[in-house]
């Protein structure tokens, strides 16, 4: 199950100090629930259905999840790196629907149309944006 985040388990917001949890996999903005996520690398099959969701919404033209919103952004927050997954969904017509992330533009100070999940491990990241793409992209960061 996903986790609400608290200062405890990730980011104190005031002095943006990061705790060094080894097993964190992504840090992320639940638009329904209106909060910042967590997942860990046991959460690895939960997370794993949001991502055949996504392939099938990319599929359908609903979502996309662009190489330069994804592979060409590397964030770091007091010596440790994110690397980015910028999911973007779209209209009827095809044109982005404007969510913004408010948890990017906060902590890493991007801002961006659509919901970023930032990974702590660059392969993790790629093997997500390869799979819901159905593309084998080697992404530069």
Same mark, same amino acid.
């Given at each position: ?6 200062? +405890?388990?990730?980011?104190?917001? &005031?002095? $943006?100090?990061?705790? +060094? ?5 992504? *840090? ?6 209106? $909060? ?20 099938? /919404?990319?599929? /359908? @033209?609903?979502? /996309? ?10 964030? $770091?927050?007091? =010596?440790? &790196? ?5 999911? /973007?969904?779209? =209209?009827?017509? @095809?044109?982005?629907?404007?969510? *913004? =992330?408010?948890? +990017?533009?906060?902590?890493? @100070?991007?801002?961006?149309? @659509? ?12 093997? *997500? ?11 530069? =960061?």
């Amino acid at each position: 199950m996903p986790r609400i985040m608290s200062t +405890a388990d990730f980011i104190n917001p &005031k002095t $943006k100090k990061t705790y +060094a949890r080894k097993d964190l996999m992504c *840090v992320y903005w639940h638009h329904n629930e209106n $909060k910042e996520f967590y997942l860990l690398m046991k959460d690895n099959k939960i997370f794993s259905k949001n991502t055949k969701v996504w392939r099938k /919404q990319i599929k /359908q @033209g609903k979502l /996309q999840c662009l190489k330069e919103n994804c592979c060409e952004n590397t964030f $770091k927050l007091n =010596d440790r &790196k994110f690397y980015t997954l910028t999911l /973007q969904y779209l =209209d009827d017509k @095809g044109e982005l629907i404007p969510i *913004v =992330d408010p948890f +990017a533009l906060i902590m890493f @100070g991007r801002m961006v149309t @659509g919901l970023s999940y930032f990974f702590t491990n660059k392969k993790n990241r790629d093997i *997500v944006f390869n799979y819901i793409n159905r593309d084998n992209i080697e992404c530069v =960061d």
